[in-house]
């Protein structure tokens, strides 16, 4: 709460933090890639270029989750947050199941409010795929990475934005 007492704006508090901590992330992230790279190499592994997409995925999942977290951080306690992102993550990755039983079973309304939620919300199974695809003859096309690195930065900014809007509204008396 000192760094609220400064001359800065919520939003960039919020965006401060988040920056930051994707900065750190994605330091992690690049040197385990290489250390990866590098060991496969040693061993003679022939090396998929679907790792290194597979790495850019993780690192967009990563950061979905976390700015969930700081949108969920900036109107409830550090627990509820907590338990609202998991319960959130959880959903992010249930869909696309989800949506495949309702197919089976062919009810129309169920399918439009399933294809409706994946809409709203990401399809985590599809960062999960990239990296499922890794020394499998399956292919994926460049249209289907950029559409879920695309939308991943769509819901990173939607999250980001609503996150500042209510942190900017925040009042801190009972604190």
Known sequence: YLILSKPIRRSDFILGKFFGFSWVIFLVIILQTIVLLALLWYKGIPIDPLLIVAAVSILFKIFIVFSAILFFSTFA??????????????????????????????????????????????NFEAHK??????????????????????????????????????????RFENV
């Open 129 to 170: 795929n990239t990296k499922n695809t890794i020394w499998t003859p399956i292919g994926l096309s460049g249209a289907f990475f950029s559409m879920n690195f695309g939308l991943a930065c769509v819901y990173v900014c939607i999250l980001l934005g609503f996150a500042c809007l209510i942190f900017e509204k925040k």
């Open 77 to 122: 306690m550090p627990l509820l947050a907590i338990c609202f992102t998991l319960g959130v993550y959880i959903v992010w990755h249930w869909l696309s199941g989800v949506l495949d039983m309702v197919l089976r079973n062919k009810e129309e309304m169920l399918i439009e409010v399933v294809r409706f939620l994946l809409v709203v919300f990401p």
